[in-house]
């Protein structure tokens, strides 16, 4: 929510997803007398009906009392999740504890560790320095602040970045009138539909077939991946250990993980919990598929792909009379 400042009060409720090249996606604007529990509410009936019923949609959000009133509210047969914002999550551990940003940072560390193991080394060093603090962020629910406990929801989002950005778009003019923010929303949304879309067409032509912020985070991956030694353990059932290498200067390395591909759909699991989080393969999912002669990109979410961005952006604004 981003408030009004001008003749007429109110605050602008926006819901932006992520598309594959992970960019903001515009989903849905509205006008609403303020940020309580009946606004946010209604808000979530109106994106319910009118924007997506798809299941297993995630929301990320600060957890201001009208979204979690709201939240607990939604229907089972929705199917939807709700995730808190990392950065307001420590932000909230800030004015409990006062700014200790070496410990905010251990914070952070643990929230975004993908394995049970390196999220519990960084709670320990929390624990040794300030146990309080320690106790309040093991006290709340882990699946809703901790990657480790995600079960791939958040596909790897850890933040509510996104939607800042778009608060940052209206920052100049949320003293204009209302007739002045529809119409701004609507030409920026078109603006971005007709670029994306044109940069999507673009690239599949010239034969990219996955997103480019995805595909230059794999070539980092692979020149990890080559590192690796891969022991199959059962060909029917894609069962491989991997023993990484040494990696970063030597500082890194030397751990056992266990990789089950599935090549039949192209689907798979890391016990570093990366690939299921991420829905992109890890340096160890990367090894694998390199062993079997398998392409890592096949392994790739189906969301990640320049057709899919390009899906996402197929439809058409009209010019306003």
Known sequence: GTFLTGKYKGTLLIATGVDGNLSIFPLAFALVEGENNLSWAWFFDQLHAHVTQRMGITIISDRHAGIKHAVRGFPDEWGWTWRWCIRHFLANFQHKFGKKKDIRDQLWSAAVAHQPKKYEQKMKTIRQIHRAGAVWAEGQDLHMWTFHMDNG???????????????????????????????????????????????????????????????????????????????????????????????????????????????????????????????????????????????????????????????????????LP
């Open 153 to 319: 929801a958040r596909f790897g989002i850890a933040t509510t970045n996104h939607g800042e950005s778009i608060n940052g778009v209206y920052k100049s003019i949320r003293a204009m009138p209302v007739s002045v923010l529809v119409e701004m929303t609507y030409w920026k949304v078109n603006e971005w539909f007709v670029k994306r879309r044109d940069a999507a067409i673009g690239r599949e032509r010239a034969g990219h077939s996955i997103a480019k912020h995805i595909f230059d985070g794999m070539q980092k991956i692979e020149e990890k991946s080559s590192k690796h030694r891969v022991v199959l353990f059962n060909r029917n059932e894609g069962i491989f250990a991997v023993q990484t290498g040494i990696w970063g200067g030597g500082r890194r390395g030397h751990n056992r993980q266990s990789v089950t591909l599935h090549v039949e759909t192209r689907t798979g699991e890391c016990t570093c919990q990366k690939y299921q989080n991420r829905r992109v393969p890890c340096s160890h999912a990367m090894a694998v598929a390199k062993s079997i002669t398998l392409s890592a990109y096949s392994l790739v979410s189906p969301y990640y792909t320049e057709q899919a961005i390009r899906n996402s952006y197929s439809s058409s604004f009209s010019p």
